[in-house]
Nanobody, 120 residues
Framework: QVQLVESGGGLVQPGGSLRLSCAAS????????MGWYRQAPGKQRELVAT???????NYADSVKGRFTISRDNAKNTVYLQMSSLKPDDTAVYYC??????????????WGQGTQVTVSS
C-alpha cells in the first residue's frame, strides 16, 4: 500500500556531505513520523534521526550537529542532510515512515536502503 523510494547515497570523502531523499507514495491519508536508520556491516540497525508531522526532531548522539532531518509534507518526502561525514557513518541508510492508509490503519514501512560509503 505504501512505497518508499530512496535516493542520494554514494561514495564521499571524510568531511564531505551527502543528501538523502525518501519519497512515499500510495494510498496515503497522513504521514506521521518519518525517520532514517542505518545499518553498518556486522552491526544492528540503529536510529539516525526522526521528524514528526509537526517538525519535532530527534537525533542519535553520534550525528547531532552534523546531520539535519527535514520533510516536505506536500511531496510526502523526508530528507537527511549529512555533513562532516566520517568513516564511521558508512552504512546502508533506510527510510522509515508511519503512514495512515485507507480505513484509518497505520502502517509502518521501510525503504529499500541506500548505501553511504565514507572513505578516502
Amino acid at each position: 500500500q505504501v512505497q518508499l523510494v530512496e535516493s542520494g547515497g554514494g561514495l564521499v570523502q571524510p568531511g564531505g556531505s551527502l543528501r538523502l531523499s525518501c519519497a512515499a507514495s500510495g494510498r496515503i491519508f497522513s504521514i506521521y513520523v518519518m525517520g532514517w536508520y542505518r545499518q553498518a556491516p556486522g552491526k544492528q540497525r540503529e536510529l539516525v534521526a526522526t521528524i514528526t508531522s509537526r517538525g519535532n526532531t530527534n537525533y542519535a548522539d553520534s550525528v547531532k550537529g552534523r546531520f539535519t532531518i527535514s520533510r516536505d509534507n506536500a511531496k510526502n518526502t523526508v530528507y537527511l542532510q549529512m555533513s562532516s561525514l566520517k568513516p564511521d557513518d558508512t552504512a546502508v541508510y533506510y527510510c522509515n515512515v508511519d503512514v495512515q492508509v485507507a480505513g484509518g490503519v497505520i502502517v509502518n514501512s521501510w525503504g529499500q536502503g541506500t548505501q553511504v560509503t565514507v572513505s578516502s
